[in-house]
């Protein structure tokens, strides 16, 4: 027996408690136990039931995802859930917090099933690349029907209680502590003569359009396998005797563990987590963060003040004028009325925040008792700076005075300050209410307690935040300049921007680069170039068909075309004829003759020139870790999870073969393809960009 699981017995029901902190994964040690404990509880003669029941804050979270990819232990999983199911006593689970993947196929193995009223439920597997591999997809579909079960394990979503009950995962939902209310519902259950109930016996579930459905959530899942394997998983529980169907579950479950798909998805779910996590904020306490200031009510500034909002803080935001006051409440009020819409918060909650928690002024005296304020005004140095010097005249000391500039430098906007020790960039993505990614970019002066503010505040807007240091573009946008670069290069020589998205969006990524080019402005890009043209080195190679775009009032979308017609169809699915006589007409300038890439060949260039600019931020020290740069691409440029990031997708490719593409490019333009030194570093000794993300 292991201190994994409690046993204790009150009366005639033994009670297996699992106590494996913090969410009773189902590691080796806790499956061993509770065979254990299964034998213990038959071999007493006093024993007529079992309560399975989770200690702290959750049943089971589900196997424990720090074994995957190590050889298997026995126990194995699914022969726990058959020798709980097929034990002759009267099994009972009783849930509460969350019973997720192994952890509700355990719960599934039981006979009846008790939860509280905030708990949930669900097969999240396909967001770690697989699917259940314990039964859930045979066991599922016998108490909810086929396409309920498929619904369920296809979105991996939480299930909550009163949901779970309706669909016939749970018997009953009952307030009061686990235990208790557990054994009390066991207790009934043997006083009336209930008998053992187990959900393999029961019949199968009607068969349904499966090629439809398999076609369907292939399509939705954008590249990734496992959402429709689940579905012909489903499948074989309609078609195969139970023990068959569970046998074909495994099959494509141990499948799925050895595609990188998996590897990339693990990969995410722990960098998400161990992003925040840096040694320097260890002991570091952040400062106080109730009442938000922000500065500016454009695209941005409104974006940050119903993010605020949203998550419960008070809001003051300055302006310069009122009529520009006005627009910004307007363009507010338009976001939270869109979070109404969607079901985000009550009617109530949206009046509440509009009229008692958000202020509106153009005086900057109505900062003086803000807790931290960001500036979101016109990207431009001389506009910050004053912005800042009057913040520095106005705020309380202690007071965190952030910035959320795309590039300017953060030292010299400190500058502008008696207190460069507070100020912080805070880097917010559009729309900065519903973008997950905050870079939290770090000037040389910033106080530890002022970083750690940043992460505070990244965690109660509910973001990812990523530590950056300064340079142009910080993490995020001096990426996406390389491979937007890399992009225009194979435009000028042959390839199209439509074949170019459609390799990308082939790819996994959620847009391709000119329609994300489209969506953010074209002027946006034409300003940047403009700035860096005075400093551009004459071999680098820009094109400027882009620029005749812009120049000839197309800005995109909200022009109403760009490289995509808008007017008639706002999903710009029409590509804009005109940008191939653009494109035409600059390759004969400059003497091209185009050559045709293949969808493969796209892809390469693109993630050579991502990974490459990618080891340069992490040689230079601007990310930390290469994970926290996988984080970034995530969370603010639709990168494909199921990829895990740039740099762990170059890890899986091995990083000798994307460095040999990166010197393959170079014998075209050694000028752009120069290879980053710690790319060059890791091959020469063997080692990947995973080797840097582990701690000391
Ligand atoms: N295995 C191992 N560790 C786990 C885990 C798991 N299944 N689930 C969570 N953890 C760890 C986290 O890594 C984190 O560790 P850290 O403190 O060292 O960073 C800690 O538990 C707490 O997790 P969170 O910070 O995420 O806490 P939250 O309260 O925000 O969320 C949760 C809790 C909802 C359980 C969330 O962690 C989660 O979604 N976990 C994954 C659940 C899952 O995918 N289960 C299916 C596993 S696959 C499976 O069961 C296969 C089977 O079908 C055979
Ligand atoms: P915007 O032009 O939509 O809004 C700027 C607002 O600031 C305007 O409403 C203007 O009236 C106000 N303003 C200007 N000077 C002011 C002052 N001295 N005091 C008070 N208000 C003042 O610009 P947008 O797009 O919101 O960008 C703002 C900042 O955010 C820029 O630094 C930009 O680089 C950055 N950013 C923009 C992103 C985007 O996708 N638009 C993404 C991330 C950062």
Redesign the pocket.
């Known amino acids: 027996m292991t201190d994994m699981i409690a046993y204790e017995r009150h009366g005639n029901i033994a009670v297996l408690r699992l106590q494996n902190p913090?969410?009773n994964?189902?590691?080796h040690a806790v499956r061993s136990g509770l065979m254990a404990c299964m034998d213990k509880a038959e071999s007493d003669p006093e024993v007529r039931a079992v309560l399975l029941v989770g200690a702290g804050?959750?049943f089971?979270?589900?196997?424990?995802?720090?074994?995957?990819g190590k050889p298997p232990l026995e126990p194995h999983?699914?022969d726990l859930c058959n020798r709980i199911e097929a034990s002759p006593l009267l099994v009972v689970a009783s849930l509460h917090?969350?019973s997720?993947?192994?952890?509700?196929?355990v719960a599934l193995s039981a006979h009846y099933r008790i939860a509280q009223p905030g708990a949930?439920v669900?097969?999240?597997?396909v967001?770690?690349g697989?699917?259940?591999?314990?039964?859930?997809t045979q066991r599922l579909p016998r108490l909810t029907g086929a396409e309920a079960a498929i619904e369920a394990i296809t979105t991996?979503r939480?299930i909550p209680a009163k949901e779970a009950a309706a669909l016939g995962i749970i018997d009953r939902v009952e307030e009061g502590d686990p235990q208790t209310v557990g054994l009390a519902y066991a207790g009934s259950l043997l006083v009336s003569g209930a008998e053992r109930r187990p959900v393999s016996e029961m019949p199968a579930p009607d068969a349904i359009d499966w090629d439809a459905t398999y076609t369907a959530v292939l399509k939705k899942g954008r590249g990734q396998l496992s959402p429709a394997q689940a579905v012909r998983a489903v499948q074989a529980s309609t078609e195969q005797p139970f023990a068959e169907g569970l046998q074909t579950e495994r099959q494509m479950?141990r499948d799925l563990m050895e595609t990188d798909q998996r590897q990339g998805m693990i990969h995410a779910?722990?960098s998400?987590?161990?992003v925040s996590?840096l040694p320097e904020l260890k002991g570091i306490d952040p400062r106080r963060l109730e009442k938000i200031g922000v500065i500016g009510g454009g695209t941005m500034g409104a974006g940050i003040a119903t993010a605020g909002l949203l998550s419960g803080m008070s809001v003051t935001l300055i302006e310069m004028t009122q009529d520009a006051a006005d627009a910004a409440r307007g363009r507010i009020a338009g976001n939270l009325a869109g979070a109404l819409k969607r079901g985000k918060i009550t009617a109530e909650a949206h009046d509440n925040l509009l009229n008692d928690h958000l202020d509106v002024a153009i005086h900057y005296d109505a900062l003086r008792d803000a807790d931290l304020v960001i500036e979101a005004v016109f990207e431009d140095m001389a506009v910050k700076k004053s912005v800042f010097g009057q913040l520095d005249a106005v705020c309380k000391p202690g007071a965190v005075l952030a910035t959320n500039t795309s590039y300017l430098d953060i030292n010299e906007i400190a500058t502008s300050t008696s207190r460069p020790g507070d100020v912080i960039g805070l880097h917010f993505f559009s729309p900065a209410h519903v973008m997950k990614l905050l870079e939290v970019v770090v000037p040389e002066q910033t106080a530890a307690d002022v970083v750690a503010t940043g992460f505070a505040l990244g965690k109660t807007l509910g973001k990812i935040a990523v530590r950056s240091g300064v340079c142009d573009g910080f993490i995020g946008n001096r990426i996406m300049r390389a491979y937007r670069m890399a992009a225009d290069h194979m435009v000028l020589e042959g390839a199209t921007p439509f074949e170019i998205d459609t390799a990308l969006t082939d790819f996994g990524f959620a847009m391709g680069p000119f329609a994300v080019s489209d969506l953010a402005g074209l002027d946006i890009a034409w300003a940047m170039r403009k700035r860096l043209a005075a400093t551009r080195d004459p071999r680098e190679r820009v094109g400027r068909y882009p620029d005749k775009l812009c120049e000839a009032g197309h800005f995109g979308r909200k022009s109403g075309k760009g490289f995509y017609l808008y007017e008639a169809d706002q999903r710009g699915s029409t590509p804009n004829p005109e940008v191939l006589d653009l494109i035409a007409a600059e390759r004969a300038d400059r003497d091209i003759t185009p050559r045709s890439f293949t969808a493969e060949e796209i892809q390469r260039r693109y993630m050579a020139a991502m990974v490459n600019e990618a080891a340069r931020i992490v040689g230079e020290g601007i990310a930390r870790r290469p994970l926290d740069v996988d984080m970034v691409l995530l969370f603010g440029y639709g990168f494909p999870r199921y990829h895990g990031g740039p740099l762990k997708w170059a890890d899986l490719q091995g990083l000798d073969t994307v460095l040999a593409d990166i010197e393959g490019f170079a014998k075209e333009d050694d000028f752009f393809w120069q290879p980053a030194p710690l790319l060059q570093k890791l091959v020469a000794e063997g080692r990947n960009f995973d080797d840097l993300n582990k701690p000391g």
């Open positions: 913090p969410v994964a189902l590691s804050r959750a089971i979270a589900g196997a424990d995802i720090k074994e995957f999983l699914p917090g969350v997720l993947g192994g952890g509700l196929e949930r669900g097969l999240p597997e967001h770690l697989l699917i259940p591999g314990a039964g859930g991996g939480h479950f779910f722990f998400e987590r161990a996590n």
